[in-house]
C-alpha cells in the first residue's frame, strides 16, 4: 500500500482511531470476549494509518495466529476490513464508513462530495453516489437518494466487486496496467465474475466506451433491476481517486435518459475533483 492511499485513508477515517492498543486482559463475565477482541483487531490499524500482515496482527495483539486469522477473515467478511489481493496484507475498509457517517471528517471526500451529489440528484431526479476502490472491490461511500416513488438507492458502506457496473470500470480505468492484469487474472478465478457473465473483453469494451466518451454505463449488475452511468473523478495528478454514479431503476433506463444522465455525473465529478484538491494540497 502506498503512503498516499495510506494517507487518504487516514484523512478519511481518522476519526476512528488514535486509540492505543492493550495487552491481553481478563474480561468481566458480562462482556463477550470475541466482540472485545475483534474491536481491538479494528483499533490495531489506528484509524486506517496503517496495514498489517497476518503475522504483525498476531505480535500486535498477543493472541495465537489461528484466533487472529479467524477475527481478520470474519471482519473482512463484514466488510470492515480488507485484504490487499497482492500483498494478503489487511487495513481498515471504508466499510467501517457504514458505522461512523454522521462522524465522518468534515474536510474528506465523503462530505465534500455530499453538495455535488444533490445537485446531480436534483438534475436528473435519480439517486447520485460516490464510490471509492478498495482492492479487487468498490465501495459507496457517500449516497443523496432520489425522492422518485421508485428507485434504485445505494447505501453508504455497500461494496461490491469493482469490475462490475459502470462505476466500477471507471474505478478499473485508474488502475496501473500491472494491477489490470491482476485483476483480469483474479476474473478468471472468481464465481461472482462467472455469476454476471464479467469476463476481461467485457470490461475492456466498458474500459474503450470511457476513454472515448469520458462515462460509463452497465445495467443490471448492482441489483436485477438497477442500471446507471458512472464518471471517474480524478485529481490535480490525473489519478483516479473515486467514481460517481447515477443509479436508476431499469425501466427508465434509455438511450436519451442515458444522455441526460451522463453530463451530471461528469459535471459532479470534475467538481468534486476540484474542491477535494483545493482541500488536500
Known amino acids: 500500500m502506498t ?10 477515517l481518522k ?21 472485545s477482541r475483534a474491536v481491538t483487531v479494528l483499533r490495531a490499524f489506528k484509524g486506517g494509518s496503517r496495514d ?3 503475522k504483525e496482527l498476531t505480535e500486535e495483539l498477543k493472541l495465537n495466529k489461528v484466533t487472529t486469522f479467524r477475527l481478520a477473515r470474519t471482519l473482512a467478511y463484514e466488510g470492515l476490513l480488507v485484504q490487499d489481493p497482492a500483498s494478503d496484507r489487511y ?9 461512523v457517517d454522521a462522524m465522518l471528517n468534515r474536510d474528506g471526500l465523503a462530505e465534500i462530495s455530499r453538495k455535488h451529489l444533490r445537485v446531480a440528484r436534483e438534475e436528473t431526479g435519480e439517486t447520485a453516489t460516490i464510490l471509492v476502490r478498495e482492492g479487487w472491490d468498490r465501495v459507496v461511500i457517500a449516497t443523496e437518494a432520489s425522492l422518485q416513488p421508485v428507485r434504485y438507492v445505494m447505501e453508504v458502506g455497500r461494496r461490491n466487486r469493482v469490475y462490475l457496473s459502470g462505476s466500477g470500470a471507471c474505478l478499473v480505468s485508474g488502475m496501473t496496467e500491472e ?5 483480469f487474472e483474479f476474473i478468471e478465478t472468481d464465481p461472482i465474475a462467472r455469476k454476471y457473465s464479467l469476463t476481461k473483453d467485457v470490461l475492456l469494451g466498458r474500459l474503450e466506451h470511457i476513454k472515448e466518451n469520458g462515462w460509463g454505463t452497465a445495467q443490471g449488475e448492482w441489483a436485477e433491476e438497477a442500471s446507471g452511468v458512472a464518471a471517474p473523478v480524478y485529481d490535480r495528478e490525473g489519478e483516479v481517486i473515486a467514481a ?21 455525473a461528469l459535471k459532479a465529478a470534475k467538481l468534486i475533483g476540484e474542491e477535494y484538491d483545493s482541500i488536500n494540497r
Open 91 to 99: 487495513s481498515l475498509s471504508f466499510g467501517c464508513l457504514a458505522l
Open 3 to 12: 503512503n498516499d492511499v495510506i494517507g487518504r485513508r487516514q484523512r478519511v
Open 244 to 264: 460517481i454514479a447515477i443509479a436508476m431503476p431499469r425501466s427508465r433506463y434509455n438511450k436519451s435518459y442515458r444522455h441526460k444522465c451522463a453530463p451530471a
Open 52 to 54: 498489517m500482515s497476518l
Open 179 to 183: 494491477e489490470r492484469e491482476s485483476l
Open 15 to 35: 476519526n476512528a482511531g488514535g486509540i492505543a492498543v492493550k495487552a491481553a486482559k481478563t474480561y468481566p463475565t458480562q462482556y463477550l470476549q470475541t466482540v
